[in-house]
């Protein structure tokens, strides 16, 4: 099953308010992963035999599954939010400030000074946790009670509290921000409710460095048609409407959203009456747990109404499809490992290529036998056991 959906709000040059727009014009985010220690470039690999196969010119993969050791892009963006909240935290304390080229290389702050806490379906609250640990902080991470244990103990591992919320991501996120006020501890959440709109942002700029790499990469050899991203709360979405509309110095590429089927938040908001973000009722539970979102983040909204031009949904076999085509790649095309959540620019991909009825879509979006795709896969398997069931070790028939 999959459902499309056109952007009627889309702006040819959208018009962002300047106060959020400032955060993606810091010019330290960059600056500040190239100084972390376990900081290098994730590989662009083009598949060139998948993308023979699916009948379009060129297919790139940027694959985050390598990224800090964490196997996700996540801690992009929490090592960036977490860097400014200390910033101003040393500033109110009238405490000396600390060079950014040493601030995840040394012990300026006193263990458990600072208590970071968010709510996570395994990838975030691993990347905060990474991100406290290397600054001897503490870290409580709250998690739905679907989260498999895999992630669970991913997080513990990183020396941070894992608390199990009957409920879903959204029921997690509510937790963590009353528990945050109620103890006074840092909330660095990558999604944004009224009051709590800064941190989003800085979340939002620091998945930047992905898209610069990327380009940086490319230089001019090939100019993207079209970029197929993962929904979620809309962090990720967000900063891709930042980039390709701010910094992207070629011909502007189509941006798709994709999302699950029972956890199209994004979708659901853009087909709304007014095009206001809503929240969904039905419970989401997807095998793309990063994805299993039912509220857009508002600080990231506007950026994605008026920069995307398609949003679809995608059910979970398409999800699984890609993550085998990853693991089982056409001819000499490298091998890719993508988890479920990873995979769905990938599942997004394919059912609009594959769909008889999504051929008004392709030729409204021009995407053909022409295009260049660019694709993220923004985890690899970090839930080894339905990795496996899925993909490695698929049940016989």
Not at 86 to 111: A, C, G, H, M, T
Not at 288 to 299: D, I, K
Request: aromatic residues 10%; glycine residues 6%; contains cysteine.
């Amino acid at each position: 099953m999959c459902l499309y959906f056109i952007n009627r709000y889309r702006q040819k040059n959208p018009k962002w308010e300047n106060e959020a727009c400032l955060v993606f014009e810091n010019t330290d985010i960059f600056d500040l992963h190239r100084f972390i220690p376990e900081y290098k470039p994730t590989q662009l690999i083009n598949l060139p035999n998948l993308a023979k196969t699916l009948g379009i010119k060129q297919l790139f993969i940027k694959d985050e599954s390598f990224r800090f050791g964490l196997k996700a892009f996540k801690a992009l963006g929490s090592t960036y939010a977490i860097y400014r909240i200390v910033k101003d935290y040393l500033r109110n304390q009238n405490r000396p400030e600390i060079k950014i080229e040493n601030f995840y290389n040394s012990n300026f702050l006193k263990p458990n000074e600072i208590k970071f806490c968010t709510a996570t379906d395994g990838n975030h609250g691993r990347a905060v946790a990474w991100a406290a640990r290397k600054l001897r902080q503490k870290a409580i991470i709250y998690m739905p009670g679907n989260s498999v244990n895999s992630r669970i103990e991913n997080i513990r591992l990183e020396g941070a509290e894992v608390i199990v919320v009957d409920g879903s991501y959204d029921d997690a996120v509510n937790r963590a921000a009353v528990d945050a006020k109620n103890h006074g501890w840092q909330i660095v959440s990558d999604t944004s409710w009224p009051g709590y709109e800064k941190i989003p942002q800085y979340i939002m700029a620091g998945y930047l460095t992905m898209f610069r790499e990327i380009h940086q990469e490319l230089e001019e050899s090939a100019t993207i048609d079209a970029l197929f991203i993962q929904g979620g709360v809309g962090a990720l979405a967000a900063s891709a409407s930042w980039f390709y509309n701010k910094e992207y110095h070629f011909s502007t590429p189509k941006l798709i959203s994709v999302e699950p089927t029972d956890a199209a938040c994004l979708l659901a908001s853009i087909k709304s009456k007014d095009g206001l973000p809503i929240s969904l009722k039905n419970v989401q539970n997807s095998i793309m747990a990063g994805l299993n979102c039912g509220t857009p983040s508002l600080v990231a909204w506007p950026f994605i109404k008026t920069r995307f031009d398609m949003f679809m949904s995608v059910s979970d076999e398409f999800c699984v499809d890609a993550m085998k085509r990853y693991y089982n790649p056409t001819g000499d095309d490298r091998q890719i490992i993508s988890g479920e959540s990873g995979a769905a620019g990938l599942a997004g991909l394919l059912a609009l290529l594959n769909h008889k009825s999504a051929q008004v879509i392709r030729n409204k979006l021009n995407v053909g036998d022409e295009s260049t795709i660019l694709l993220i896969n923004t985890e690899g398997d970090t839930d080894p056991v339905a990795f496996d069931t899925l993909v490695r070790k698929p049940a016989k028939l």
